[in-house]
C-alpha cells in the first residue's frame, strides 16, 4: 500500500469516516458528486481518490489552464474546456471518454455549494454520449460514510434513471443539511 493511500486513509478515519467503495473496479465513469454543501467536499473526495487509488477528474475553463498554472492543473487531474458560447461541451467531455483508457470524471451536479433547485443535467447527457456508467459518489455527513456506491447506466429515459439516482441519495446529509435542494433536472420536467 503506497504512503499517500496510507495516509489518505488514516486522515479519513481519524475524522470518524467510513469509507465504501461499490464500484466493481470500474476506471471509466462519471462520478457524481454530491451531496455537495461545503468547501470541505474538495478535500474530502481528494482523500477519498488516494484511499481507493482513483484518480478522479474534474473539469476547468480553459482559461485556468494557460501559463504559470498550466501544469498544477494538469497535475490535478483537470479537464480544460471551452465554456463559451456554442460549444459543445457534452460532446467534447464525452470525447475525452474515447481517447483515453481510464477516466473517472467527477461532477457536482448541483453545480453550486447553495441549495440549488435542480441538478444541471449535464452529468447524465455526458454518460450516455460517452456510453459509460454514472458511479454515485458520496460524502454523508449525518452517517460519516464516504465512497463510490454502485453504477446506473444511463438507458436514456432520464426519468427512470433520476429515480434510481434520487434512492440512493434519499438518506444522506451535506455538511450543511439546508444547502442540500431536491434532487432533480429540469430535463424530467418534459
Not at 20 to 40: F, L, Q, T, Y
Not at 58 to 65: A, D, P, T, V
Request: hydrophobic share 40%; aromatic share 8%.
Amino acid at each position: 500500500m503506497s504512503m499517500k493511500r496510507k495516509v489518505a486513509e488514516l486522515l479519513l478515519r481519524r475524522g470518524g469516516w467510513q469509507i465504501v467503495d461499490e464500484s466493481e473496479g470500474i476506471r471509466k465513469a462519471v462520478v457524481v458528486a454530491a451531496p455537495h454543501a461545503s468547501n470541505w467536499d474538495g478535500y474530502h473526495v481528494i482523500l477519498l481518490g488516494s484511499a481507493l487509488r482513483a484518480k478522479f477528474a474534474w473539469i476547468g475553463k480553459r482559461s485556468l489552464f494557460v501559463g504559470p498554472l498550466q501544469g498544477v492543473m494538469r497535475r490535478l487531474n483537470g479537464l480544460p474546456i471551452d465554456r463559451r458560447g456554442g460549444r459543445d461541451m457534452v460532446s467534447s467531455v464525452a470525447a475525452e471518454f474515447q481517447a483515453r483508457d481510464e477516466l473517472l470524471l467527477c461532477i457536482a451536479p448541483e453545480g453550486t455549494r447553495s441549495r440549488a433547485e435542480f441538478w444541471k443535467s449535464g452529468f447524465y447527457h455526458i454518460a450516455r454520449r460517452a456510453r459509460a456508467p454514472i458511479l454515485m459518489g458520496f460524502i454523508d455527513y449525518a452517517q460519516r460514510r464516504c465512497g463510490l456506491g454502485p453504477a446506473v447506466h444511463p438507458s436514456g429515459d432520464i426519468r427512470r434513471d433520476m429515480e434510481t439516482i434520487r434512492a440512493f441519495y434519499r438518506d444522506m446529509e451535506g455538511r450543511y443539511p439546508e444547502n442540500w435542494g431536491p434532487i432533480r433536472t429540469r430535463d424530467e420536467l418534459g
